[in-house]
């Protein structure tokens, strides 16, 4: 298996709402990474684990928690999310290599709306 | 600090003509750097990593350490090759990447 899964591909829901967005890999990767994108800019870098543990938290608002329960699945717990909020959810895997490239492998991602 | 510049917000050629997207980078040590692709509607491809030297699809980059540039080139462009391209760069021991804010092409018919 050579790709990164996520699940839903598309969520509505309202600002008193608890979700989860959840991604899953098979590829032995050690590191995951949560991004959130709008519509034609690039993605931007929510979180990152690195062997199940978060590594990089880059000021996210606490209404995103994320969880790594083990080395294939990485979730996103979403709660009273403001509208702007809205945007394209991806999720990334790399293989953690001491030297050399790690190369990011990204999900389809999941379609947010929050209403 | 670590930046990519892709100064084409949007570029248009014709079907059969030659295409460059540009891609700058500002780092101090030796970068890593990728194209990745995003058709409408799909999901962040990797198109092309300097390390590898590669051609895919037609496309090739040449990392320019002098002018910190990885401009990606096609020499024909097809209208399959219509998406948005972002550059970006991994600095180092650093696990992110910092994309470009990315360039939408269209290859005309």
């Known amino acids: 298996d050579t790709e990164v899964t996520q699940t839903p591909k598309h969520l509505v829901m309202g600002m008193t709402n608890k979700k989860s967005l959840k991604c899953e890999q098979h590829?032995?990767?050690?590191?995951m990474y949560w991004y959130k994108q709008k519509a034609k800019k690039p993605p931007e870098l929510m979180f990152v684990?690195?062997?199940?543990?978060?590594?990089i938290n880059e000021s996210v608002p606490s209404r995103f928690s994320p969880e790594c329960p083990n080395s294939s699945l990485l979730n996103l717990h979403l709660h009273a999310l403001q509208p702007e909020d809205s945007a394209l959810y991806l999720c990334?895997?790399?293989?953690?290599?001491?030297?050399?490239?790690?190369?990011?492998?990204f999900g389809p991602g999941t379609r947010l709306l929050v209403l | 600090a670590q930046r990519v510049t892709q100064p084409e917000k949007l570029l248009s050629v014709f079907k059969g003509a030659p295409v460059e997207l540009k891609c700058n980078y500002s780092y101090s040590g030796s970068p890593e750097l990728f194209w990745y692709v995003q058709y409408s509607r799909q999901r962040l491809q990797l198109l092309l990593r300097h390390i590898s030297r590669e051609s895919i699809k037609g496309f090739t980059a040449d990392l320019n350490k002098g002018e910190t540039s990885f401009h990606l080139k096609k020499p024909f462009a097809q209208e399959e090759d219509s998406a948005m391209y972002y550059c970006a760069l991994r600095g180092g021991s650093a696990r992110q990447l910092t994309f470009g804010s990315g360039t939408q092409l269209t290859v005309l018919p």
């Open positions: 590829m032995g990767h050690r590191a």
């Open positions: 990334a895997s790399s293989a953690v290599v001491e030297t050399g490239t790690e190369t990011q492998y």
């Open positions: 684990y690195s062997y199940e543990k978060l590594s």
